[in-house]
């Protein structure tokens, strides 16, 4: 039957697979049920077939939502004889994902990653079509792969079109692909689709129905068959529409209507299974031919060796046509024939229970550990959910409400952890229940929305776990506690509460997460202690880099942010090879944030765009302000104002949500940076005075040691020198109890300026600056200055010199051209510099040089990026033109990285 009024939506579609190279990875086809998006999907499918595009499916079934990648277990069976040459963890992932395979718990992302590399070696020979229908009944693992997919295909041969109903959540809502929203057919285009297919209705009737269907085609087509002159009693169309199809089941003979209701509540839709068992519930052997009857009434159409139903609705509105004990009898049958595949097993006994049943309730308890260890959280999350509600025994209840509450904490489902701890808080729980259920949602944001007394109230629960002998579960909810002290400021009575719970606990002191609880809770009075542990730890950097990422953020609080970037570095290699990209932006966004206060933008740019992007696709917003406000503070350094308050608007808007303390303060201080470059110095000072206000969202008590010297240069050329000298005053107070590396630094630049002199400025100078360059080039432009304007040119010369030469090597703009005016004003001519190299390039295209610099492969670019290794290499044939190369033996002296 031809389409009825969706000459445009073809089109877009046909235009869509004749150019899978363009640049476009593809549309989310959405609407009401029945509004054909499988219909305009299979035109679509039928063009590019003629264009020669391959076609790879998958289609979401009810069904089948709790069962681990079963949806991608359909797409990439066809190419299952690719995954040989896959990159080896890549193929461990993915075999262990998809049940082929035994070994390790893989990571969603490393899966992912597999799935595209895949896909990609496979269009590279043939252009593919993806066809995802119905995702919104994907399990949420295989939907997640195919967002991860459909980000990253933009530069490759491959078009994903995927199918969603209004108002259903999906991963790929948020996967960069275009919308194509299915309204209803016009009146005259409705009325032209119902005379085509039911031409002998009385002009009563077909004015009713075309009222009744309200332009939705399914119901055109398939309610005349029904229709009487009664009307019937108003039903919202979707159940019209149910009821309907159940009419015509019920209308069926008995072999059919049993082996339909078997191939409704069969997941696979497989016509070996579905055969078998209602030979099963019907104690006599059922033919092929039993269907024939279904096939007229236009329910099913049979294909090779499944039953395919014409629409989802049919397969939902059978199951409800029938009494429960037929429903129950039938999952009974097909839970014996899965015998020998436990999972499905579980669930078709559990669809069959009545009430409490502890074997069952065991069984998925045992089908969740399976989904766990093949990667699938979500699907563990659902088989955890179901045996606790059959669980006779409440404490077994609840501990699986909580496991089940852990692992959605994991995958992200906050709206799900949160509903299943309420639920596990309905009954009564023990000290170690309790105290589980306290932390479980700290992993959510750090606890940035919640109210500040949830601090002390987790001290206080973390005290009362330790009594009871449990110290692992205590720490854990220290640590969510303590990680709270950084978002928020939780004031001085809270941290004393924390850090004496710290030093109750039966813990080593160097343990790493003590150490780590100690710099968050007490950054200034443990500051010297913490610093020791971490110089002793910082030697066995590379072990876990999930210990080498909270141990970055906590150097990052006790101003040793050289520590803070070697740590973090440490950290990202084992996440990206473990797929961990939920953790990956925390050591990243801490990564940029310390080398930018080291002077070290280049490294600087790519980690921080990397840290943004993968917090924005992991649903991290704090984190991706915070990333963002660094990429503002690099973009000021640079000199790129409009660039910079953009950055710094979107980052402020993230913050000011809930008060993120660590991005409002960096957006201030990338404010103050940008604001005093281009010599609005009063400005300047505002911005950077609110670091130093415990009043104002921006103070962070932790991060305002770093921002001693910029204030000062502010303050200076603003005329807020009495208001300096307090907040100095303040800060070598503090400078008594910490040995913070950063504050000791500021301040011997402060005094410095404040009361120059040569003995001042040398001092500063002769402190120990290695790896802190950019803390350098300030004092030697200060000195410069300072020496011009007591008319010592020849001396300010060298010193300016110094300056100008340092600020170009670091890519700090605004600073460079600073010490060349001075020098100029000096006497002393200074050429301008053109733009790095790097400069020219994109942060990611940034990565990906530096990466092929370093001598990677592109498919050890890709492993390391999460992209095809064919991306990689369309991007290197962009970047070679841009730094005026022709081989990748030329990168390194391209990118300034030839060693002397």
Not at 45 to 64: D, F, I, P, Y
Not at 93 to 111: N, S
Not at 483 to 503: I, K, N, Q, S, Y
Request: proline share 6%; hydrophobic share 45%; with cysteine.
């Amino acid at each position: 039957m031809p389409l009825f009024g969706r000459e445009s939506e073809l089109k877009d579609l046909n235009e869509l697979v004749d150019g899978p190279a363009s640049g476009c990875a593809g549309v989310l086809v959405q609407g009401e049920p029945g509004i054909g998006k499988s219909a305009v999907v299979a035109e679509a499918v039928a063009s590019a077939t003629v264009g020669g595009l391959r076609v790879l499916r998958a289609t979401g079934v009810e069904a089948e939502r709790n069962f681990a990648y079963a949806a991608l277990h359909q797409l990439l069976h066809p190419l299952r004889a690719g995954a040989d040459t896959l990159p080896a963890p890549q193929r461990s992932a993915l075999w262990a994902a998809l049940g082929l395979a035994d070994g390790a718990e893989p990571g969603a992302y490393l899966v992912g990653l597999a799935a595209l590399t895949l896909l990609s070696e496979e269009a590279a020979v043939k252009p593919l079509l993806i066809v995802a229908e119905d995702v919104h009944w994907m399990d949420r693992e295989s939907a997640d792969v195919l967002a991860f997919v459909a980000r990253r295909i933009d530069t490759e041969p491959i078009v994903l079109i995927a199918t969603l109903r209004d108002g259903e959540p999906s991963p790929l809502r948020d996967a960069g692909l275009s919308s194509m929203d299915l309204e209803p057919l016009p009146g005259e285009v409705a009325a032209e689709l119902l005379d085509s297919v039911a031409p002998w209705l009385t002009s009563s009737v077909r004015s009713r129905l075309l009222a009744e269907a309200a332009g939705n085609p399914l119901a055109l087509t398939e309610l005349p068959s029904a229709a009487t002159e009664a009307p019937d009693p108003v039903l919202p169309l979707t159940e019209r529409l149910e009821r309907a199809f159940g009419d015509r089941f019920t209308a069926l003979p008995e072999p059919a209507r049993t082996t339909l209701l078997v191939a409704a509540l069969n997941e696979t839709g497989s016509l070996t299974e579905t055969l078998a068992t209602a030979s099963a519930l019907l104690g006599d052997e059922v033919e092929l031919s039993a269907l024939t009857p279904a096939v007229e009434a236009r329910l099913i159409d049979l294909e090779p060796r499944t039953v395919a139903f014409r629409h989802p609705l049919m397969r939902s509105a059978i199951p409800a046509s029938v009494r429960l004990e037929e429903r129950r009898r039938a999952h009974l049958s097909l839970a014996e024939t899965f015998r020998d595949q436990p999972d499905r097993r579980a669930w078709h006994q559990a669809a069959a229970a009545t009430g409490a049943d502890e074997d069952v309730a065991a069984e998925l308890e045992n089908a969740a550990d399976r989904a766990r260890h093949r990667g699938g959280a979500a699907a563990a999350v659902a088989a955890l959910e179901r045996a606790a509600a059959l669980s006779s025994d409440p404490d077994r209840r609840a501990d699986r409400l909580l496991r089940a509450a852990e692992l959605a904490v994991e995958s992200g489902g906050r709206e799900t952890a949160e509903r299943l701890v309420r639920d596990a808080r309905a009954g009564d729980l023990t000290p170690r229940q309790r105290s589980t259920a306290s932390w479980l949602l700290s992993g959510f944001e750090d606890g940035v929305r919640e109210d500040l007394s949830r601090i002390a109230e987790l001290a206080r629960l973390a005290r009362s776990v330790a009594e009871d002998g449990q110290p692992d579960p205590a720490m854990r909810v220290l640590w969510g506690a303590a990680m709270r002290c950084f978002w928020a400021e939780p004031g001085a009575d809270a941290r004393r509460t924390l850090l004496a719970v710290a030093d109750g606990l039966p813990v080593e002191n160097s343990d790493p997460r003590l150490v780590a609880v100690a710099a968050y809770v007490a950054p200034f009075e443990r500051a010297e202690s913490v610093l020791g542990e971490l110089r002793g730890l910082a030697a066995t950097t590379g072990a876990d880099p999930e210990v080498d990422r909270f141990l970055g953020s906590a150097s990052l609080q006790v101003g040793a942010v050289d520590l803070a970037a070697r740590f973090s570095a440490a950290a990202a290699p084992g996440l990206r090879a473990q797929g961990r990209l939920g953790l990956l932006p925390r050591a990243l966004a801490v990564q940029a944030w310390s080398r930018v206060r080291l002077g070290d933008l280049a490294a600087a740019v790519p980690v921080a765009a990397e840290a943004a992007k993968f917090a924005k696709e992991t649903g991290q917003p704090f984190m991706y302000g915070f990333a963002t406000a660094v990429q503002a503070e690099i973009a000021a350094l640079r000199g790129e104002h409009k660039q910079a308050k953009a950055l710094a608007d979107e980052a402020e808007r993230i913050g000011l949500a809930a008060g993120a303390r660590p991005v409002l303060a960096t957006v201030q201080l990338a404010r103050g940076i940008a604001a005093s470059s281009e010599g609005r110095f009063d400005d300047a000072f505002a911005d950077l005075r609110r670091l130093f206000d415990p009043a104002d969202p921006a103070f962070q008590l932790a991060l305002r040691v770093y921002f001693v010297a910029e204030i000062t240069e502010v303050a200076i050329r603003a005329g807020q020198v009495e208001a300096l000298r307090e907040i100095v005053a303040e800060m070598e107070r503090l400078a008594l109890s910490t040995p913070a590396p950063a504050l000791h630094i500021g301040l011997r630049y402060a005094r410095a300026v404040l009361d120059p002199s040569d003995e001042l400025f040398e001092a500063a100078l002769g402190a120990d600056l290695d790896g802190w360059p950019a803390e350098r080039g300030r004092l030697q432009l200060a000195y410069g200055e300072w020496l011009r304007r007591q008319r010592r040119a020849v001396d300010s010369r060298g010193r300016l010199r110094t300056a100008r030469e340092t600020f170009d090597a670091l890519g700090m703009t605004a600073w460079a051209e600073r010490a060349r005016r001075e020098l100029r004003s000096a006497g002393e001519s200074s050429p301008n510099r053109g733009p790095d190299a790097s400069e020219k390039l994109t942060p990611h295209e940034l990565s990906i040089v530096e990466l092929a610099a370093e001598g990677l492969t592109n498919r050890e670019i890709g492993q390391r990026l999460y992209l095809s290794h064919r991306t990689v290499g369309t991007h290197l044939h962009r970047i070679f033109p841009k730094l005026g190369v022709s081989s990748r033996s030329e990168l390194k002296g391209a990118l300034g990285l030839v060693s002397g």
